[in-house]
């Protein structure tokens, strides 16, 4: 089991809900389109944000977002260990930042002091472009076995100053090797793991890999927080993220919806049906199963373990409920009476 990391409200590690998190894609400068974007992902149900903190001036977006959010803020930042310094002032619930490329080990020193000070913990983020020449030597490339020993000798040179509140990433573009690199880090430390596939590609692709990738890992118990990295507004990255948890039973909340393929036996538009089912219930919380099917003939019968449910006929459907009919109803009403029932429940 891995052990628990305090994020500002959030808990990660050691058998706590894996928390989903994603990353702004607004001009870091930008204080009030950070915001506004942050309070979006927020709404969508991001647990955790982060931030890109390339320079001193974004340093105050790190406190506009502190002022703004309820959900921890995470500040990202490469090389320059005085930006870790000051989001830290700013009151960033965690910075994620590579001791081993800040410099000296004062550098590192005066780092680990403040995040400890602060009670911040640091993830440290290993991909395959930043493994160091004498780990790349050693392994003949970066192999997963590089990609790990990486992570451990940046988080050895924490913990020389006494600093464990530690997670870890190391993440690569291929799937398999994601998994391989999670799999030997599960193996050598109990620090949490925040996974996901970098660089994952457009939506299509980028939703495939994160799902084979972080959905394996997941399902063999390795990883306390994901992140969907998708080229594509953020919002889907959250969105994507909680319905990862939901397809694979880590998260229960919320509906969980069944439709069927269709065949030749669909007189009803069920697409578009099932479609504007799922948008009408997006920000619905209870935690039931709803089922859109194509037919009366197979429908209530493959989709019983559903609370309630719609069954198409030829022009018509019945809404049932837990494989009972309730009644019959045009199809252009299909919807509301669904979304009737469903506010019964
Ligand atoms: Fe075909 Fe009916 Fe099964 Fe849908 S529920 S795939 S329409 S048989």
């Given amino acids: 089991m891995s052990k628990v990391v305090k994020i500002g409200n959030i808990k990660i590690g050691g058998g706590n809900p894996i928390a989903v998190q994603s990353m702004l894609n607004t001009p870091s400068r930008d204080s009030a389109a950070c915001v506004k974007q942050a309070l979006e992902l927020q709404k969508a149900g991001c647990e955790i944000i982060r931030i890109a903190v390339p320079d001193k001036e974004c340093v105050k977006s790190v406190a506009a977002l502190k002022e703004n959010l309820s959900i921890p803020v995470v500040a990202d930042i490469h090389f320059d260990y005085r930006l870790a310094l000051e989001s830290i002032a700013a009151g960033v619930d965690k910075v994620r930042i590579n001791p081993g490329n800040i410099g000296s080990d004062e550098n590192v020193r005066l780092v ?166 799922q948008d009408a219930l997006k920000g619905c919380n209870k935690n039931i199963t709803v089922a859109v099917m194509g037919c009366i003939v197979n429908g209530p019968g493959e989709a019983h373990e559903a609370d309630i449910g719609i069954a198409g006929g030829d022009g018509c459907g019945i809404i049932f409920k837990h494989g009972e009919v309730l009644r019959k109803v045009p199809e252009e009403e299909l919807l509301d009476a669904l979304i009737e029932e469903v506010d019964k429940l």
């Fill in 112 to 277: 680990a002091t403040a995040a400890k000070n602060a009670g911040v913990p640091i993830r440290i983020g290993v991909n395959s472009g930043s493994v160091e020449k004498e780990i790349l030597a050693k392994y003949g490339g970066p192999t997963p076995e590089a990609m790990v020993a990486s992570a451990m000798y940046h988080a050895s040179l924490l913990e020389k100053f006494d600093f464990d509140d530690i997670v870890i990433s190391i993440k690569s573009s291929d799937v398999a090797n994601t998994v391989k690199c999670y799999e030997l880090a599960a193996e050598k430390t109990d620090y949490p793991l925040h996974v996901g596939v970098t660089e994952a590609g457009t939506e299509r692709m980028g939703l495939i890999k994160s799902s084979a990738g972080i959905g394996s890992l997941l399902l063999h118990g390795i990883g306390d927080t994901i992140r969907v990295s998708l080229t594509a507004d953020p919002i889907k990255e959250v969105y994507a993220g909680i319905d990862l948890l939901k397809a694979i039973g880590k998260r229960t909340d919320g509906v969980k919806f069944v439709s069927c393929p269709t065949c030749g036996r669909t007189k009803i538009d069920l697409i578009g049906l099932a479609n504007k089912v």
